[in-house]
């Protein structure tokens, strides 16, 4: 199974709004609504953001928003604050009942 | 709230069995449905790659890339749960996170921070 395709990085200023794609396949983007998104600070744990294409967990700023579009879905931030940098991954899961991930992008508030 | 913790060894010699162990603690127990306990990796400079999940009392499922050499198992007496990775390579150099996945939204809803184990002679 061949990972998702993330934009090695993006960058935004404190206050705009980005947004990171992820793109799949048929077989898992595009297959069923079990997107996720994480966020990742160094030597910290991975935080799940979004579940579910959409779906914010308790706790999780609605400053973070997810869709999903065919094969590929999308992570937007709005109002970007310095605490936002840290590196996204998305996963999938698939037809084959495994899971697959993206290859990561780095955000960088400026 | 659940917490997971890798333990092992930081360096596997070539050819030999990667071993690890996550203790998951904080009121879940591996042995009850509903989620899935699994293992993910990084290389250095890497994305993320998943190398398989364990459902209480089904066969664990795992990364067809790495299947031939993968074994995930638990321990419900310890509430821990474990991987082995047989004739490792360089290749396999990586940071190792353990997780668990909600059965509802298959997502990876609990991480632990990771254990970075090297490959080398």
């Known amino acids: 199974q061949s990972g998702l395709t993330q934009p090695a990085s993006v960058s935004g200023s404190p206050g705009q709004s980005i947004t990171i794609s992820c793109t799949g396949t048929s077989s898992d983007v595009g297959a069923y609504n079990y997107v996720s998104w994480y966020q990742r600070h160094p030597g910290k744990a991975a935080k799940v953001v979004i579940y579910a294409v959409t779906n914010r967990p308790s706790g999780v700023s609605d400053r973070f928003s997810g869709s999903k579009s065919g094969n590929t879905a999308s992570l937007t931030i709005s109002g970007l604050q310095a605490e936002d940098e840290a590196d996204y991954y998305c996963?999938?899961?698939?037809?084959?009942?495994?899971?697959?991930f993206g290859g990561g992008t780095k955000l960088t508030v400026l | 709230q659940v917490q997971l913790q890798e333990s092992g060894p930081g360096l596997v010699r070539p050819s030999e069995t990667l071993s690890l162990t996550c203790i998951v603690s904080?009121?879940?127990?591996?042995?009850?449905?509903?989620?899935?306990w699994s293992w993910i990796r990084q290389p250095p400079g890497k994305g993320l790659e998943w190398i398989g999940s364990l459902y209480y009392s089904v066969t664990p499922k795992y990364n067809p890339s790495l299947e031939s050499r993968v074994t995930i198992s638990a321990d419900t007496s310890k509430n821990q749960f474990s991987l082995n990775l047989r004739s490792v390579t360089t290749a396999d150099t990586a940071v190792y996170f353990c997780?668990?996945?909600?059965?509802?939204?298959?997502?990876?809803?609990?991480w632990g921070q990771g254990t970075l184990v090297t490959v080398s002679s």
């Open positions: 996963s999938s899961y698939t037809t084959a009942t495994t899971w697959v």
């Open positions: 997780a668990r996945v909600g059965d509802w939204y298959k997502s990876f809803d609990h």
């Open positions: 904080g009121g879940d127990s591996i042995s009850i449905g509903s989620y899935y």
